[in-house]
Each structure stands twice: as C-alpha cells, then as structure tokens.
T-cell receptor
Framework: DAKTTQPTSMDCAEGRAANLPCNHSTISGNEYVYWYRQIHSQGPQYIIH???NNETNEMASLIITEDRKSSTLILPHATLRDTAVYYCIVKVGNFNKFYFGSGTKLNVKP | NAGVTQTPKFQVLKTGQSMTLQCAQD?????MSWYRQDPGMGLRLIHY???????DQGEVPNGYNVSRSTTEDFPLRLLSAAPSQTSVYFC?????????????FGEGSRLTVL
C-alpha cells in the first residue's frame, strides 16, 4: 500500500546538486508533499513541504510537477553532512496520518 | 524549550514483560504520534492522537496501547512484549493549526525484547 516511490539509493559528489525524485501518483488535490531526512539513527528532521507551487527554503528546493504526481527535492550544494536517508511523504486519507516509505539513502562523496 | 522528549532511551525486556515508553512535548501541540523503525527500514505509524482523549490507529497498532489524558503526554504501552517488537520507537508531535506544517521528532527509544 505504498503511497510514495523513491529510489533506494543515490550518490552525489560533494559540492554538486543532489536531485532526489519521488513518485506519488495517488496524491489527492489537498494533500501536501513533505520531505524529511534521517541522519544515522536520529529522529527524522523536517526539510520542506509543498502543495502545488515550487518551494525553497534555506535547506532545499522542492519542485512539484504540474499534475502533482511526482516531485524532486534539490539540495543545491551537497556536503558530506547531507549524507542521510531522505523520505518523501504524503498524508494518507485524513489529515492526520503521515506514512513514511523506505526513503532514499543519499551518499555524498568527496 | 525541550521540544519532544522520550524516555527511556534504551530498554531491554524479556518476552511477556510490560512497559511504557514515555513521550512529552512542551510546544502545546495537539497532534502526537508514535512510529517504530526496524533495522534498515522506514518508519511505520503505530498510533496517533489529535488531542486529549482522542486516539486512533496507524499502520501497525497490534500489541500497543495508547492514551492521551493531557496535551503534553502520549505514552505508548506494551502489555506483553514480544521479540518482534524489538525496534527503535519515535514519538512525533505537530501543531494542529494549518494543514501543512512539520512533525517534530524525539530522539528515539531503543527497545530490545529477548
């Protein structure tokens, strides 16, 4: 009953942009897309979220396709500290359930 | 401002024992939730609450009980621990105002059931 699909792992060179894709083809019109990351075994950390428009904050940019069936998280200048598992999440059903998939393990290499 | 606080950080149980994982938040958040994370896996929702006196099930509720008597606290109870419940447990809270908004996570409680 997966609501999002992400690649298992990706590599990125330090200083380059990391582009992490996510498919969410069953997303409903009022459901937000959220991105979190988890470094080692720490609690997940919020990165960004969006509904329809592209969003940018101090950590990342979020690009959502016009049909809203997929999105891309962009880390503009990846550093070694960005090595983590990145989760793309959409709420399922009602507003209050946030389901995490397996995420993408991003390896930033020197 | 401590955010979300979980206790204990580590616990070892024997099969059949009971225990309670504590979660407290000081942000006046209406929404609180519990997740478990097995090795190499993503997080799975166990139970959640949208306010005092209101709880509901997530993906994997079996074997766990919750209650919400105050806004601040959301304890997770294991009535009869099983080895399959060996996992890392995360508590998260969220303000209820906007439809958007972020989940704030605790540091996790690592449970081993022998």
């Amino acid at each position: 009953d997966a609501k999002t699909t992400q690649p298992t792992s990706m590599d990125c060179a330090e200083g380059r942009a990391a582009n992490l894709p996510c498919n969410h083809s069953t997303i409903s019109g009022n459901e937000y897309v959220y991105w979190y990351r988890q470094i080692h075994s720490q609690g997940p950390q919020y990165i960004i979220h969006g509904l329809k428009n592209n969003e940018t904050n101090e950590m990342a940019s979020l690009i959502i396709t016009e049909d809203r069936k997929s999105s891309t998280l962009i880390l503009p200048h990846a550093t070694l500290r960005d090595t983590a598992v990145y989760y793309c999440i959409v709420k399922v059903g009602n507003f209050n359930k946030f389901y995490f998939g397996s995420g993408t393990k991003l390896n930033v290499k020197p | 401002n401590a955010g979300v606080t979980q206790t204990p950080k580590f616990q070892v149980l024997k099969t059949g024992q009971s225990m309670t994982l504590q979660c407290a938040q000081d942000m006046n958040h209406e929404y609180m939730s519990w997740y478990r994370q097995d090795p190499g896996m993503g997080l799975r929702l166990i139970h959640y609450s949208v306010g005092a006196g209101i709880t509901d099930q997530g993906e994997v509720p079996n074997g766990y009980n919750v209650s919400r008597s105050t806004t601040e606290d959301f304890p997770l109870r294991l009535l009869s621990a099983a080895p399959s419940q060996t996992s890392v447990y995360f508590c998260a809270s969220k303000g209820q105002g906007a439809i958007g908004g972020e989940l704030f996570f605790g540091e996790g409680s690592r449970l081993t059931v022998l």
